[in-house]
C-alpha cells in the first residue's frame, strides 16, 4: 500500500523544478518509484507527476542526431525504425528492459536519473556520446552523460533540476554497435552484467572503439583505457584476449547474492571480445540486429 502524499501535476517544467527544490519527488514512468514505496523504502510527502511537460515527451531525428526527451519510453524507442537502423545498441538495450508493459511505462530519462549501475539504456547512450540537457528554476545545461553519474544512484542532478532531453549524435557512416546483457535467466532479470562496444572502421582500421560496461563499477563506465589501447589498430591485429583482460582491468564490480566479482569480471574478458566481433560484423553488413 501505498504512504499518503501531496500530488502534483505541473504541465510546465520549471513550475516542476520548484516544486523538486522543494523536497518533492519527482515521478516519470514510476517503475521504480512505486516499487520503493510499496515497499516502505520511499516515503515523499510529496510527489511532482512530470508526464504532463510537453516539451520531455517529444523524440526527434535529425542529420547530426538523436534528441530524445526523458520522458520517451522504452517501448517507443524499440519501436522506433530509426533507432533499429543506426544505433543497434540502444535498440538492443531497450528491448532487453522487463516486460513489454514494464517498456510502455518506463522511460529512458527514468533508467538515467535512477542511476542504477545496471541501467540497460545506459551503456549504449555512452558509447555514443549521449549528452544531457538540464533544466532547472535557474536556467539550462548540457552536461556529458559520462559526468551525470557520481555514485550509485547519485546524479549531478541539483535540486531544482530535472533531466529534459537526451542528446545523441549520429555514428559515423562505417560504424557498429553491439549490446549484450548477461542474465541469468532470458526475460524480467536484472543484468548481472552489460557490454556495450561501438566500432568505426576506415578499411581495416580501427578508427574508433568505445567500450562501455555496467553492473561492473559502482555506476556505469567507459573502458577509456582499453579503448586508447585499440584505437588505431588493424582489426586483423588485435588480440581479443587481450581486449577483454584490459577492460576487465577497468572494472570494479562488486560481489553480491546474485554474482560474485570474480565472476563478473570473467564475464567482461568474455562478452566485451564477443560484443566487439558483433559490432564489426555490422559495420561489413554480415550480421543484421
Request: proline share 4%.
Amino acid at each position: 500500500m501505498l504512504p499518503n502524499f501531496e500530488l502534483y501535476r505541473p504541465t510546465d517544467i520549471y513550475e516542476a523544478c520548484r516544486l523538486k527544490e522543494r523536497g518533492a519527488l519527482a515521478l516519470a514512468g514510476g517503475t521504480d518509484i512505486f516499487v520503493d514505496m510499496h515497499s516502505g523504502e520511499l516515503k515523499p510527502e510529496a510527489v511532482v507527476d512530470i508526464k504532463n511537460i510537453a516539451e520531455m515527451h517529444t523524440a526527434t531525428f535529425k542529420e547530426d542526431g538523436l534528441e530524445i526527451g526523458a520522458l520517451t519510453t522504452h517501448r517507443y524507442i524499440e519501436e522506433w525504425d530509426v533507432v533499429k537502423e543506426h544505433y543497434s545498441a540502444l535498440y538492443e538495450a531497450c528491448s532487453s528492459v522487463g516486460s513489454v508493459q514494464i517498456r510502455h511505462r518506463g522511460t529512458l530519462g527514468g533508467n538515467i536519473c535512477t542511476a542504477a549501475p545496471s541501467a540497460d539504456s545506459v551503456g549504449p547512450l555512452l558509447v555514443f556520446d549521449a549528452q544531457c540537457i538540464i533544466i532547472g528554476d535557474k536556467g539550462k545545461r548540457m552536461v556529458p552523460l559520462s559526468n551525470f553519474f557520481v555514485g550509485p544512484k547519485k546524479t549531478i542532478l541539483n535540486k531544482d533540476e530535472l533531466l529534459c532531453k537526451i542528446v545523441v549524435p549520429l555514428p559515423d557512416k562505417n560504424s557498429g554497435s553491439a549490446f549484450i546483457k548477461y542474465t541469468r535467466r532470458k526475460s524480467m532479470d536484472l543484468a548481472l552484467l552489460g557490454v556495450c562496444v561501438y566500432t568505426s572502421l576506415n578499411g581495416d582500421l580501427l578508427e574508433d572503439i568505445r567500450i562501455a560496461l555496467s553492473t561492473a563499477a559502482p555506476t556505469p563506465i567507459r573502458a577509456y583505457n582499453t579503448e586508447k589501447m585499440f584505437r588505431g589498430n588493424k582489426v586483423k591485429d588485435i588480440s581479443l584476449e587481450e581486449m577483454g583482460k584490459q577492460a576487465a582491468l577497468e572494472a570494479s564490480p562488486r560481489s553480491s547474492w546474485r554474482a560474485s566479482r570474480e565472476f563478473r569480471l570473467k564475464l567482461i574478458e568474455e562478452l566485451v571480445p564477443y560484443a566487439f566481433n558483433t559490432s564489426i560484423s555490422r559495420v561489413k553488413g554480415e550480421k543484421s540486429i
